[in-house]
């Protein structure tokens, strides 16, 4: 693969609160997940998610907005829902980690100029209302602030969005209380044309010579399966008429992101270690 793997950087006064907030909002999660196995770690990645966040709120604005960067994210990673939503998503991480009265009062202070009382139902790498609406419910749950309980509504909203009307006909639950969908498993009915340049592009057993970028073209647009298949990806999925075109060109639906894919690795680490023996 010969494509350019440009490295772009944002430097104060110019804005990034997208990236920014969330980098802070990674950065403090990771900080929970480290803070018994290796304090010291977790302390550097809570103090640098500290600082990070400062960058964010201090210069608003998108990262996309910047001209140097603009020609090479747009038009498919540009800042499309605004930078708010990460503002609030770091604080909300950072409050959960540090236990820091300054981010809730943060969240409290700025939730409704940053668009929280906006009911949407995504979660996602451009939005992030749905994830901090149930992760600020844990405020609630956890304790009395009323005052924050239009996240907690708003995210009960969000879940019952994914879970038909009629749990009897179409979920069940595990003895352990896990929803599952009947029928839902590991097959050998799986998409045959992701858009994925591994697993669409020849093996080097055979075609040894590299295959440049626009050389690729006709590769992805053969209508042949993937020679490389790609196990244990997820792609995006049907769309809401619940269809789905085994198209490699279709890549809303047919590609195995990142920010499909990272959300299970920590659910199936979980489940593995809750597994018992046997």
């Known amino acids: 693969m010969d494509t350019a793997r440009t490295v772009y950087t944002v430097v104060a006064p110019n804005p990034a609160s997208d990236v920014a907030g969330e980098t802070a909002a990674a950065f403090a999660a990771s900080s929970m997940a480290f803070q018994s196995s290796d304090p010291g770690y977790s302390d550097t990645l809570l103090r640098t998610a500290s600082r990070v966040f400062e960058f964010a709120d201090t210069y608003r604005g998108a990262y996309s907005d910047n001209t140097n960067i603009r020609d090479g994210v747009c038009p498919f990673y540009c800042d499309f829902d605004g930078y708010q939503d990460e503002l609030l998503w770091g604080a909300a991480w950072l409050r959960r980690a540090s236990k820091g009265e300054n981010y809730l009062n943060y ?21 992030k209302h749905a994830g901090l609406n149930v992760l600020v419910s844990k405020e609630v749950l956890e304790g009395t602030l009323y005052t924050l309980e239009s996240y907690k509504a708003s995210a009960e909203s969000f879940m019952c969005t994914l879970i038909p009307d009629s749990s009897s006909s179409h979920i069940e639950y595990t003895p352990g209380g896990l929803i599952f969908r009947p029928g839902g498993r590991y097959s ?85 270690s809750c597994a018992k023996p046997g």
Do not use: M
Request: with cysteine; aromatic share 10%.
């Open 107 to 127: 969240i409290q202070n700025n939730g409704k100029t940053l668009g929280a009382d906006e009911n949407i139902n995504e979660f996602g790498w451009d939005n």
């Open 188 to 272: 050998n009915k799986y998409p045959q044309r992701i858009h994925h340049r591994g697993s669409s592009l020849p093996s080097i057993n055979d075609h040894s010579q590299p295959v440049g970028c626009k050389e690729g073209s006709v590769y992805f647009n053969s209508s042949n399966p993937n020679p490389n298949v790609l196990v244990g990806a997820i792609v995006g999925g049907p769309g809401e008429d619940d269809q789905y075109e085994d198209d490699r060109a279709d890549f809303r639906k047919s590609e195995p992101t990142t920010y499909i894919n990272a959300p299970f690795v920590g659910k199936y680490g979980r489940l593995s």
